[in-house]
């Protein structure tokens, strides 16, 4: 019979095991968002998950405006790019709290729409990152609602 473990390691749905890998990766992402301090949330996880790698990209499309020359001087495109970085960088670090981190990723997604204006093919990217973005905000929302229902009819 298969289990799934929760973030102690205890197993608690017949249904479905994790390898070990995903169990790390689960541990991993819940831990970012700040599951160990207070109620878990994936929406919170999912954001974090989203931007730790948009934050690879956001270093890349400023390495590529410093390269291509697009702004004058050229070290401006490696300014934007690590600025928009350390915006992401705070919204990570403040995912814990409330949702201050999840609207600085707004803000970062707003941002990085922007650069399209500086270099047009990063609107590609930009708006699959985006959509990923909403999705990951509904159907981490919807997995929260749908836990705190599960939590309370448990209690009944």
């Not at 400023?62 to 300014?79: D, K």
Request: net charge negative.
């Amino acid at each position: 019979m298969s289990h799934h473990l929760n973030n102690d390691g205890a197993a608690e749905d017949p249904e479905l095991q994790l390898s070990p890998s995903e169990t790390m990766a689960h541990n991993s992402a819940m831990r970012i968002s700040g599951a160990r301090r207070g109620p878990q949330s994936t929406q919170k996880a999912l954001a974090s998950i989203v931007l730790g790698f948009e934050l690879i990209v956001v270093v890349l499309f400023g390495l590529t405006m410093f390269g291509l020359g697009t702004l004058e001087p050229r070290e401006l495109g490696l300014y934007l790019g690590g600025g928009l970085a350390l915006v992401m960088i705070f919204g990570l670090a403040l995912m814990r709290r409330e949702n201050i981190g999840i609207v600085i990723g707004w803000i970062a997604h707003g941002l990085m729409l922007a650069t399209a204006i500086l270099l047009p093919m990063s609107l590609i990217v930009s708006l699959l990152f985006t959509a990923l973005w909403i999705y990951c905000m509904v159907k981490g929302s919807q997995m929260d609602r749908d836990r705190a229902a599960w939590i309370a009819a448990q209690g009944e």
